[in-house]
Structure formats: structure tokens, C-alpha cells
């Protein structure tokens, strides 16, 4: 490569939605402002391409042998967070896959309207500066400042303290399994299909030990993109663990325990971080997903064909998050949970039993958001087989 010694941008003319050109929007000001904040210089020569799409809302800087890659935001009326985000997935996977070594990779705010400052916005820009994003003019458009994650911990908490305005929204989860290794759980379709390379990315910035990446494919095994695998394989520390609803058919005809990530998947998705729902522990090493129609029985159902019995064995209403105790002490029987959400010990244990299942159990009554219609009929199933 050459050395500019004039910053030089590149941008692709043509939008991917919205049939506006970029040509348009990013104006001289707008160009000068940017090169200004990412090289010193005000001068600049800028080169709009016609052909293909500008996929990362992208404009690419060169300038005395670095190459920066310029994410934008939408501009004008902001539409929703996903959009907001998706496109600078794309830009920081380019980015990763850029082989020169001086490379940068920044995001500009175009002048825009709505708020960019919630819950699932600051979550994200954090995720974006933890991934090395560098904000140009973030003091113009937002009140608070930017602060990357330190530890996987930190990033799981911010994650789940602005989960419920990410409900029911396929999202992508973050966990520690049993052994304590960071697990991503993301599903290879829809919306938030981006997320899994990012949180990839972040992950493998925080960690330098195993980061595991369960893909929830829709049917069979439709990977994620295919720039986003590539990257995702070139983060040494990232293992991805595929698995589609055939490959946990095949578990659930083999084993009474079924090991299934999308039951896990479905439960982060209704309950939450791991947290014992009896004892409130939240050590994910010691956290388990308690099926509450124990998979043994479903299995012994004959009337069911099988494709049901798995949809039932991989219900999120259909599970819990229970400790090892109360795991082991709901499943032989010695903690009961009537429909009303009531624990109970089971009235013919020995007084020293129930003492000390009292002592370890503050929890009484089930949250209620657990009580759901579907957990009921889990629940009814369970009993009624017993
Ligand atoms: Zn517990």
C-alpha cells in the first residue's frame, strides 16, 4: 500500500436499504469533521464507488499507512435498535478481517433524532468500545461517557440488568457453564443474528481463557454469515459448538439427562441469568436446568410423537434453574411446588430432614413470573405421573 500523505476516503455510494446514496449524506462538513477527529488533518480526498452495496454504513480512511474503518449511525428519525446496530457488526467484522496491521476502527454519529442513550443503547456501545470501537463524537450526542467492559462478570451483569427491554426478542445470551467457562448462546436466524460475532469478539477480548459459542440453528445447520464465522475462527479462544433441532433430537432418544443447548437457550431466555429459583445461588457452576416434566417421563409417553416430546423437553416452560441441592432434593421428591407456586417438604420426612431443607430454602413461593399456563400444565404432568 501506499502512504497517503493526504487522507483518502473510500465509500461505497450506494445504501443497502432506504435507496439513499451516501453521496448525499455524508457532506464535505460532515467528511472534514471526521477526518479532522481521526487524522489532525482538515484536507482529504474522497473516492465514492458505484458498484455493490455499502454494507457497514462504511467509509474507509487511509491516511500515512493506517486504514480506519469510519461506522456511521442512521441518521435523522432513529427506527430501531436492532438497525441501529447491525451495521456496525458488519463494519467490525471487516475490520477484524482487514489484514494490514495499522488499522482503527471508529463510529460517528450523524446528526439523528429519537434516543440513543436507553438501556440496550449503552449496553451496546459499551460493547462496541470493548471490542476496540473508538467514538468520534459521542460528547455531542450522548450524556454519559463510554466505559468498556473489564470482566466477563461486568459484561453478563450490564447484559441482564437491561434484559427485560430485550424480552421474547431472540436474543443472544451470555452464561457461564458448569466448569465456569463463558458461553454465548445465539441463534443463527433472525434479528439478532449479529450479535453472535460481536459478543465473540467482546468475550474473547475479556478472556483469555475458552469461550464457547452455542449456535441455535433454526432447522438444520444454517451457520451464521459467513465473514462472521471467519473472524469468529480467527479468535483463537473461541470454540463453536453447533446444534440444530436434529442433533438434540438424537441427544433426547439417547440420554433420560438430556444436555440440550437449546433447553439451556430457552431457559435464559424465560428465567434469566442462572440463579437458583429455591435458594436464589447464582454460582453458575453449581446451576443446573431442572426439567420440571422430568424428560424420562416424557419419553415414556406413547401417545406423543417424538416431535412433540421434544418440543416439550425443550420448553423453557418446562425448566427451572436450580442448585445441585435443590436440584437433587426436587427431582427424589423431597421439596414439592404446588400450582400456586408453594415449596413444601414432603410431609413423611424425618423433622432433622425438613429442618435443614427449611434452613437452606428462604424461598417459599415461586416468582410469578415463573407461573406461567404452560408451567402449570409441566407442573400437573409432573404429578400426576408420580
Ligand atoms: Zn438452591
Known sequence: MTKRTVPHFTI???????????SDI?????????????????EYTCEFIDGGYNKGRLAILEYQGTITYVSFSEAGK?????????????ALVGYYREEREQKRICFYFLPL??????????????????????????????KQKIYPFITTDDLIAARHS?????????????????????QIYGKTYGASKKEAALLCIVLSHLTPSRVELYEICEQDLS??????????????????????????????????KLRSARFIYNLLAKLGPKKCALCGCEIPELINGAHIWPVADIKRQPALDTALKLEYALDGDNGLWLCENHHKLFDEGFLL??????????????????????????????DPGILTPRFDDYLQKRYEIK
Open 26 to 42: 455524508l457532506t464535505p462538513e460532515i467528511l472534514r469533521d471526521v477526518c479532522l477527529r481521526v487524522t489532525g488533518c482538515d
Open 78 to 90: 432513529i427506527e430501531g435498535r436492532n438497525s441501529f446496530f447491525q451495521s456496525l457488526t458488519t
Open 113 to 142: 433524532e429519537g434516543n440513543v442513550e436507553g438501556p440496550y443503547f449503552r449496553f451496546m456501545y459499551r460493547v462496541m468500545a470493548t471490542a476496540g470501537v473508538e467514538f468520534l463524537n459521542d460528547d455531542d450526542f450522548l
Open 337 to 366: 411446588i404446588d400450582r400456586s407456586g408453594k415449596i413444601e417438604c414432603r410431609s413423611d420426612l424425618e423433622e432433622k430432614t425438613k429442618e435443614y431443607i427449611t434452613a437452606i430454602t428462604p424461598v417459599t413461593h415461586l
Open 162 to 182: 437491561n434484559r427485560s427491554s430485550n424480552r421474547g426478542n431472540n436474543s443472544t445470551y451470555i452464561t457461564k457453564g458448569s466448569s465456569g467457562v463463558p
Open 223 to 256: 451457520e451464521l454469515p459467513k465473514p462472521d464465522l471467519e473472524v469468529i475462527r480467527k479468535l483463537s479462544n473461541v470454540e463453536i459448538i453447533p446444534t440444530s433441532l436434529s442433533m438434540e433430537r438424537v441427544s433426547f432418544e439417547r440420554d433420560d
Open 12 to 22: 461505497k455510494r450506494r445504501a443497502q436499504k432506504g435507496g439513499y446514496l451516501y
